[in-house]
């Protein structure tokens, strides 16, 4: 079983920022595509970013674009998201995934075998 331990969430107030980790067991790091998602309540879990294992190429959802980095820090086995300009609207629990996804799967979850349990984050208005 392959865990990975997330880590970074918070209350923070709207246009504060918060930096995620998610510590990725060494032989999962360097052969996978690491992904962040979301879900708040009621709503169905939603794709955030994404870094191929290369740290090459990385995805974004539309909503993230200009406010969320990801990236990846290999000397430490960690995948960061470095969130700015928080809204109310990006109030969840965040969640690490890693995988080996084809690329028309990199923003979907059924594309990632491992997940944390996830990460709070709650922006007050």
């Known amino acids: 079983q392959v865990q990975l331990v997330e880590s970074g969430g918070g209350l923070v107030q709207a246009g504060d920022s918060l930096r995620l980790s998610c510590e990725v067991p060494r032989r999962t790091f360097e052969t996978s595509t690491a992904a962040w998602f979301r879900q708040a309540p009621g709503r169905e879990r939603e794709f955030v970013a994404a870094?191929?294992?290369?740290?090459?190429?990385?995805y974004y959802a539309d909503f993230a674009k200009g406010r969320f980095t990801i990236s990846r820090n290999s000397a430490k086995n960690t995948v960061y998201l470095q969130m700015n300009w928080l809204k109310p609207e990006d109030t969840a629990v965040y969640h690490c995934?890693?995988?080996?996804?084809?690329?028309?799967?990199?923003?979907?979850?059924?594309?990632?075998?491992?997940w944390g349990q996830g990460t709070q984050v709650t922006v007050s208005s």
């Open positions: 870094i191929k294992w290369n740290g090459d190429t990385t």
């Open positions: 995934a890693a995988g080996v996804p084809i690329t028309s799967s990199i923003r979907t979850s059924r594309g990632y075998r491992h």
